[in-house]
């Protein structure tokens, strides 16, 4: 996208009838740390990718519980995200009080929209500049919805937003039709591989994925490291053990008989070749 | 000089116009509403009577109503503030009607929301004058409830107002029973609003009987009850009472 004299202000059409701020908002999305979704009948799972920005800091909090039976993650600037995530927990607590009764998903993603769609439409308001994926539960079972800066709002049976989430896209587009009677455990299993595709060859480990459960029974939650981890270690010795056949012991690594010789380095971790950062 | 000084508009409830507004004491009332749950959703049963102070004004009012799919909802107190709750929650389930998204209020919710109303109107002391039953049934789960007007409000398996609490309650504290056949159901309400025929003054002998089901709810025609007043009791009643006639 180029700069032209149609996008400085969000109250200004082009004349292809676009409004420039409202698609350069949604650019700020696709730059923000991958997050995604994936939905069964009865549950979603929601993760997303953790880079702090140094090792002295911590990463920053991207999937938010909104209520015991909705969550959100974000992507894009986590700022605008938090004062979304305390507006729909507003939402949600009062609703409650009136009715004693949770706020259906789907009415609150549509009040999200609502208030998105403000900030296209005031000259002295920009719009928001997060991507929401809104996982939840109403009436009709479990919803995992989209909403956009542009005040639009999707359902999904997965998907992904953020930086590199084409590659968990396309895992996701070929394995979407399962996950509608997939059990919770192969949701959270097809989740972790989802982040891993946006990984990009980077060694996947707990401490740089989140990921967070809600399901028909199950109050939203976010899944806690030692369990994250574990679940990862289970798909690396499912991994090895389909390896090449050609290197048994690979992984016992260092030795000093170097006479065994054709022991060639196996690709192993790529902790040193970091990838670059995101914002 | 004045124009500092703001000006309410005539509807507000503050400042000394507001006194002349708030309800103080009601007008046209009805009076008791029975209503227990049996095996498939719930019944509700109240007269048709609306008193005027001590004089049976109205004879043909109904006091129950059906509140969107679910729930059903009777009323003792004052008949006009009864209007006016049936106006609220009509704009609630409009409103929940045109989300059109395969959600709506139960009785549950529509239970908590008066209750919301009625304690809020009770603490600008201008309450609704009214005790109301709340019954429904919504995916098999059947639920009753009542609010008063002072905002207290509570479940149970069967409910009353006003004089029903005194007279039909104890009744049903020692008939009523889990899984209730709808004949035995309408014979235990049957029995409750006889004897607040015969106790309570301002009852008349003209009432119907609601209930609701998953299916709906049907409202029964007006009807009366069989009276008996050949008791030896009642013969010569003031018989022995000195300095009466």
């Known amino acids: ?3 032209n004299q149609y996008d400085t202000d969000v109250t200004t059409w082009s004349p292809a009838g676009r409004l420039f701020q409202v698609e350069y908002a949604m650019e700020a999305v696709k730059q ?45 600037l986590t700022a605008d995200g938090r004062v979304l995530s305390r507006y729909m927990r507003n939402e949600c607590i009062n609703y409650n009080f009136t009715y004693e009764s949770p706020l259906p998903v789907g009415r609150l993603v549509v009040q999200l929209a609502d208030k998105a769609q403000v900030c296209t439409q005031r000259s002295w308001k ?34 992904a937003i953020g930086s590199r989430s084409q590659a968990a896209k396309t895992y996701l587009e070929r394995r979407f039709e399962n996950f509608t009677d997939s059990s919770r455990d192969d949701l959270v299993k097809d989740a972790i591989t989802a982040i891993r595709e946006t990984l990009q060859g980077e060694t996947l480990k707990s401490s740089i994925c989140t990921i967070a459960v809600v399901g028909v029974g199950e109050p939203f939650h976010i899944l806690d490291q030692g369990t994250v981890q574990q679940i990862i270690d289970t798909f690396e010795i499912a991994a090895e053990q389909e390896g090449p056949a050609a290197e048994p012991d690979a992984a016992t690594g260092q030795d000093t008989a170097v006479e065994q010789g054709a022991a060639a380095d196996q690709g192993g971790s790529t902790d040193e070749g970091v990838a670059p950062m995101d914002i | ?8 508009p005539e509807n507000s409830l503050l400042g000394p116009e ?22 498939d959703g719930i019944l509700m049963a109240a007269d048709m009577g609306g008193s005027y102070g001590s004089t049976l004004r109205y004879k043909n009012v109904e006091r129950m109503k059906a509140i ?15 209007q006016e709750i049936l106006r609220y929650l009509d704009d609630l389930i409009l409103y929940d009607n045109m989300w059109d998204d395969g959600n709506s209020l139960g009785p549950k919710e529509v ?56 007279l039909a309650r104890p009744i049903l504290r020692q008939e009523w029973h889990e899984n209730l056949s709808f004949e035995d159901g309408v014979k235990l309400l049957e029995k409750c609003m006889r004897v607040l025929l015969y106790r309570d003054r301002s009852a008349i002998n003209k ?14 025609q007006p009807y009366s009850l069989k009276t008996y007043w050949e008791f030896s009791a009642f013969e010569n009643p003031t018989q022995g009472a000195v300095g009466s006639w």
């Open chain 1, 1 to 3: 996208m180029f700069r």
């Open chain 1, 32 to 76: 923000g740390s991958a997050a995604i979704g994936l939905r069964s009948k009865t549950h979603v799972v929601l993760g997303c990718v953790n880079k702090a920005n140094s090792e002295l800091s911590s990463h920053q909090k991207k999937i938010f519980k909104v209520d015991d039976h909705i969550g959100v993650a974000i992507a894009g």
């Open chain 1, 126 to 159: 920009r719009p928001y500049g997060v991507g929401l994926l809104v996982a939840g539960l109403d009436e009709s079972g479990a919803h995992l919805y989209y909403n956009c800066p542009s005040g639009n709002y999707f359902e999904y049976q997965a998907f």
């Open chain 2, 1 to 8: 000089m004045d124009f500092m000084a703001s000006k309410q």
């Open chain 2, 18 to 39: 507001a006194d002349s507004q708030r309800t103080l004491y009601p007008y046209v009332t009805g009076t008791s509403v029975v209503a227990l749950k049996y095996k």
């Open chain 2, 68 to 82: 969107g799919k679910h729930s059903l909802l009777g009323a003792s107190g004052e008949i006009s503030d009864f």
């Open chain 2, 111 to 166: 239970h908590n929301y008066l209750t919301r109303v009625m304690y809020n109107r009770r603490n600008k002391f201008n309450p609704l004058w009214n005790s109301l039953v709340l019954g429904g049934i919504k995916n098999g789960q059947k639920y009753l409830g009542t609010v008063s007007m002072i905002g207290v409000n509570f479940e149970d398996d069967h409910v009353a107002t006003g004089f029903g609490n005194h």
């Open chain 2, 207 to 220: 009432l119907q009987i609601a209930k609701i089901t998953e299916e709906g709810m049907t409202i029964s």
